[in-house]
């Protein structure tokens, strides 16, 4: 049984940082691509980064590139999303998602498989 659990979610002030990781679970994640969402209040589930577990490729939306990065522990199956500057419109529940390699639009999150089920952060001005 496939899980992914997300952890690291918290109060922070603007300009701070936190680290989210996701603890993966159930299976080889080698040929999947690992995915970070998020979600405010009354708006939709947005993309905000992902990356190949067998390594290489990054991507990262707009809004968060510059201050967010995507990694993984292998040893530990855990991808982390670590989140520097952060500003209060990055207040949302943050959800870590898994999609097979082959044929993924990783921004999209109608195509991937598996969700954790999400860590709240909150950003004070």
């Known amino acids: 049984q496939v899980q992914l659990v997300e952890s690291g979610g918290g109060l922070v002030q603007a300009g701070g940082s936190l680290r989210l990781s996701c603890a993966a679970s159930?299976?080889?994640?080698?040929?999947?691509?690992m995915g970070w969402f998020r979600q405010a209040p009354g708006k939709e589930r947005e993309f905000v980064a992902a990356?190949?577990?067998?390594?290489?490729?990054?991507w990262y939306a707009d809004s968060v590139k510059g201050r967010f990065t995507i990694s993984r522990d292998n040893a530990k199956n855990t991808v982390y999303l670590q989140m520097d500057s952060l500003k209060p419109e990055d207040t949302a529940v943050y959800y870590c998602?898994?999609?097979?390699?082959?044929?993924?639009?990783?921004?999209?999150?109608?195509?991937?498989?598996?969700w954790g089920q999400g860590t709240q952060v909150t950003v004070s001005s």
């Open positions: 998602a898994a999609v097979y390699l082959r044929g993924a639009v990783v921004s999209d999150p109608l195509r991937y498989d598996y």
């Open positions: 159930g299976r080889t994640f080698s040929s999947y691509v």
């Open positions: 990356m190949r577990w067998g390594g290489g490729n990054t």
